[in-house]
């Protein structure tokens, strides 16, 4: 791997051509990423799988229909055209069998998706039975490929996906609050109905745009993998979007990149790779939803539990069996080897029942903030220095008698 | 005659035998709202069959059907994963499990160089249901011939396999099967293993993906399992009609569809012959449409 032609493709150094394709896929990947949120949020990520395999049969038609007129076959707006409208009628079709028959959306998905494909394999194979040779161009629309693409080619893919995502930013509001609540968005006056097929209009558009560049086979990764990845760093529309976007972005160019470097490697694979990748660093390492950072606050909460519970029941003079809780508090010199409580072991045992005590008067008396009495939480950090006097008041009294 | 037995006869039963391994399970993944995951199981045999190629060097079949199991096995495992312990929402993880490992797939195929032999992602797609012939064959004769019944492509006796095999598991458990797919809670209640059965139910797909896309390719298997199955939802409340027509229809696509793909363009005065894994998903795809616009069980009850 020359890395330095993937640097220099990354900086546009490479020549016009690479400069175009590589825009071109920017964009693609930034407007694929903001649209992707609003079907994930949705749940309607596979939709687009189905748009996407659909596409295939208005491509194989459109570059019939051009061969036909004695054009080139190859007119890349023209098969986009094509392909649009195919993934238009798929979109109604399972908007029919969802809404008009009683099978459900996913069984409407699985159809449209492989009867379509099947549909245009057969017009393919009819399309090389023309002429051979003439169809040559058509496979990279199964598994993409920027290898030798026009520029022309990459500036139809990057204004289509710059109009898409003008869009996105535009109806940015209408589209967040009927993802998250359409029944509120309803009541604020939004039509839902024109908003999800917003949504899905922008899919198309995106799928349709990337056909040439990520194939139909592995397109549907850009709408779905940045913005699950996006989710892991962030609990906010506005920035899941941004962030998803900017996943997308950064998956399309280094894919782009890479297989401008080295010719043999397949775009959309790419493309895909670098995004799963992305998603496996957040997967792991996100300090908000990571699988790490959920692995250590357990275990956070696993030893402040068995400290309490062990104190608990160092005061009450009872023996311990547990092995975790018996190495968390050696470890922290609460208690010896032989199993007898060191000092300051002594001590931090008499706060914990005195702590215990109080939460029980509290309990009954302040019925306070209930919520909190998880067994963990200091009662100062709840209560006031008062209201623990008032507490310890009639422990005190309690203990009198 | 004796054309249509050697060229033609071999790969209908094939197509027919894969249909009909497909449709079955498909009928329980369609009412179990699970039909994607033949969708999910179909694309990451891809990168099963790779890597068993890329380890014995060899295209046998044992090995790839090792790999592609494996990979079903993974991807499942990594959907589980992703769901659970990232909390992402089913539908978009099995989304970024396929699509992750499909991309890898056509990675390692482009990187190891394979173009000595016949894999590439259009056969992975597409199949080679043409090219399983029965060069042994003279004629029908040939069907009571054990010289020249030897001489029948090994896929035949796989799929066969298969198909024998996912239906036997369904006759066994169709019972606690039939209940856990309707009512999870009830049969739960009485004892039903409901996971092992969900499990099994999605090992016994994945047992019918990986024999058929060995010989028709993975659009003939997604098709397969969704298409016959909903058209027969849409003809009859009946569970046991259901599979039965499914069965039915999933034979029958094959068939027409082969036939379709084979012999059409010539009737149409073309002289090459289409896709016939295409024609058949093609052929289902039009039973569906007519049983959603026909069907008497079309509307939802109620």
């Known amino acids: 791997m020359a890395w330095d032609v993937v640097f220099a493709a990354l900086t546009l150094q490479a020549g016009y051509n690479a400069a175009v394709v590589l825009i071109g896929a920017t964009l693609l990947g930034l407007s694929a990423g903001a649209c992707g949120p609003f079907l994930f949020l949705r749940k309607r990520a596979m939709v687009s799988d189905a748009l996407a395999h659909a596409t ?19 007119f890349l707006p023209a098969l986009l055209v094509g392909s649009a409208l195919s993934a238009g009628a798929g979109l109604l079709a ?39 040779g003439r169809q040559a161009g058509l496979e990279d629309f199964l598994l993409g490929s920027a290898a030798g693409m026009l520029a022309a080619d990459a500036v139809v893919i990057g204004v289509g996906a710059a109009l898409c995502l003008s869009i996105v930013v535009t109806f940015r509001r209408p589209l967040t609050l009927v993802a998250f609540d359409p029944i509120f968005a309803a009541t604020s006056g939004i039509n839902v109905r024109a908003m999800d097929r917003l949504a899905l209009a922008l899919a198309l558009g995106v799928t349709v745009v990337g056909l040439k560049l990520v194939g139909l086979v592995l397109i549907v990764a850009l709408l779905i993998v940045p913005p699950v990845t996006a989710r892991f760093w962030t609990d906010r529309t506005g920035v899941l979007i941004a962030l998803s976007a900017l996943f997308g972005a950064v998956s399309a160019a280094m894919g782009t990149a890479l297989s401008a470097a080295a010719p043999g490697l397949p775009t959309g694979a790419i493309i895909v790779l670098t995004a799963f990748g992305l998603f496996l660093v957040s997967f792991t390492g996100s300090p908000l939803r990571g699988v790490l950072a959920a692995a250590i606050k357990h275990r956070r909460t696993a030893v402040r539990v068995h400290r309490r519970q062990g104190l608990l029941a160092l005061a009450k003079g009872e023996p311990i069996y547990d092995r975790m809780t018996l190495s968390v508090l050696r470890r922290e010199g609460l208690l010896r080897r032989d199993g007898v409580a060191t000092p300051r072991g002594e001590a931090a045992a008499a706060d914990a029942r005195r702590e215990e005590a109080r939460w029980a008067i509290a309990r009954a008396v302040f019925d306070a903030d209930g919520r909190r009495d998880d067994g963990l939480t200091p009662i100062d950090a709840v209560l006031t220095a008062d209201q623990i006097a008032v507490i310890d008041q009639r422990l005190n009294t309690l203990s009198a008698v | 005659m004796a054309e249509f037995v050697q060229l033609s006869l071999v790969p209908m039963v094939i197509g027919a035998l ?8 498909g009928n329980f993944l369609l009412l179990r709202r699970q039909a994607l995951i033949g969708d999910a199981i179909s694309h990451v045999v891809l990168p099963g069959i790779v890597i068993a190629f890329l380890v014995t060097g060899s295209m046998a079949a044992t090995p790839m059907l090792i790999g592609a199991a494996a990979a079903a096995l993974v991807s499942v495992a990594m959907i589980e994963a992703i769901r659970r312990l990232g909390r992402v929402e089913a539908g978009a993880a099995m989304g970024v499990t396929f699509t992750a490992l499909f991309a890898a797939g056509v990675l390692l195929l482009e990187q190891s160089n394979t173009a000595g032999v016949h894999l590439d992602v259009e056969h992975a797609l597409y199949g080679n249901l043409e090219s399983l012939v029965w060069f042994d064959a003279i ?6 011939d054990p010289s020249a019944l030897a001489g029948l492509p090994p896929e035949l006796w796989r799929m ?17 099967l039939a209940m856990a797919t309707f009512d999870e809670g009830f049969a739960r209640s009485v004892g039903v293993p409901v996971r092992v059965l969900g499990v099994g139910l999605v090992v016994s797909a994945a047992v019918a993906a990986v024999a058929a896309f060995d010989a028709v390719g993975s659009i003939i298997v997604i098709a397969m399992f969704i298409a016959p199955p909903a058209t027969a939802r849409l003809l009859t409340d009946d569970l046991r009609q259901q599979v039965g027509l499914s069965a039915l229809f999933a034979v029958a696509a094959a068939l027409l569809g082969y036939v379709l793909a084979g012999y059409g363009p010539l009737w149409l005065g073309g002289t090459h012959s289409v896709s016939a894994a295409g024609m058949i998903a093609t052929v289902s795809g039009l039973f569906l449409g007519l049983a959603a616009a026909f069907g008497p069980r079309r509307r939802r009850a109620g």
């Open chain 2, 18 to 25: 894969a249909a009909l391994a497909c449709a079955l399970p």
């Open chain 2, 139 to 144: 004629g029908w004769g040939s069907l009571i």
């Open chain 2, 160 to 176: 066969a396999l298969a198909a024998a095999a996912v239906a036997l598991a369904l006759r066994l458990t169709w019972r606690p």
């Open chain 1, 56 to 74: 295939l049969p208005g491509v194989a038609l459109a570059f019939m229909a051009l061969v036909a007129l004695g054009g080139d076959g190859r």
């Open chain 1, 94 to 132: 399972i908007d029919w069998l969802t809404h008009r028959t009683r099978l459900t959306e996913d069984a409407a998905i699985g159809a449209v998706l492989s009867v379509f494909f099947g549909a245009g394999v057969v017009l393919l194979t009819l399309i090389q039975s023309m002429g051979a």
